[in-house]
C-alpha cells in the first residue's frame, strides 16, 4: 500500500501542470479495448477487506509516466484507476486528479485490497495514458454495486 500512497501523492503533485499542457495529447485506444472489474462480482455481499482485481482487454498496462526512447508513450497502453463511491465520471479529456474516491494504480498494479466500511458501494474502472489522461476513446468499466457486510456477520 505505500507503493500506491507514493503513486497517488507524486500524480496529485503532476496534475496542474500536466492540465495546461496543450501539448499533451490523447493517446488512441484501439478498437474494441475494455477494461472490467474481474472480482468481486456485481451485485454480491463480500466480507471485508475487499480484494479488487481489474482487467483489461486489448491493450497493456504499464506504470505512469513510462515513455520510450524516443520520448513517446508505448501505444495501447496505460495505467488503472479507480472509483469508489462516485455518482459520476470525471472529465475524460483531462489527467485524472487523485482522491479519496478516485484511486491512482500508477506503478501498474491490477489489484488492490480496500478497507471499506460497512454497506453499498459502487466501484468502477477508468484506464488512462502515461500522464493519466484517459485514451481517446475512453476505456471505462461498467459500474459495479457491491455490498461490504458488517465485521462477523456471516456472508
Not at 20 to 25: A, E, F, G, L, R
Not at 133 to 149: D, E, G, L, Q
Amino acid at each position: 500500500m505505500k507503493k500506491t500512497l507514493f503513486s497517488v501523492i507524486a500524480c496529485s503533485l503532476l496534475m496542474p501542470a500536466l492540465a495546461d499542457d496543450p501539448k499533451i495529447p490523447r493517446q488512441p485506444s484501439p478498437k474494441g479495448a475494455k477494461v472490467m472489474i474481474i472480482l468481486p462480482r456485481d451485485g454480491k455481499t463480500v466480507k471485508g477487506p475487499v480484494r479488487v482485481a481489474f482487467g483489461i482487454k486489448g491493450m497493456g498496462v504499464c506504470p505512469a509516466g513510462l515513455v520510450l526512447p524516443d520520448g513517446k508513450p508505448k501505444e495501447n497502453t496505460g495505467h488503472h484507476h479507480l472509483l469508489v463511491d462516485t455518482e459520476k465520471l470525471p472529465s475524460l479529456g483531462l489527467p485524472l486528479v487523485a482522491s479519496k474516491t478516485l484511486l491512482h494504480f500508477g506503478g501498474g498494479q491490477t489489484e488492490v485490497t480496500l478497507d471499506l466500511p460497512p454497506g453499498k458501494h459502487t466501484l468502477q474502472l477508468v484506464f488512462a495514458d502515461y500522464a493519466h489522461i484517459p485514451h481517446n476513446p475512453p476505456v471505462v468499466s461498467k459500474k459495479i454495486t457491491i455490498t461490504v457486510a458488517p465485521k462477523g456477520a456471516k456472508k
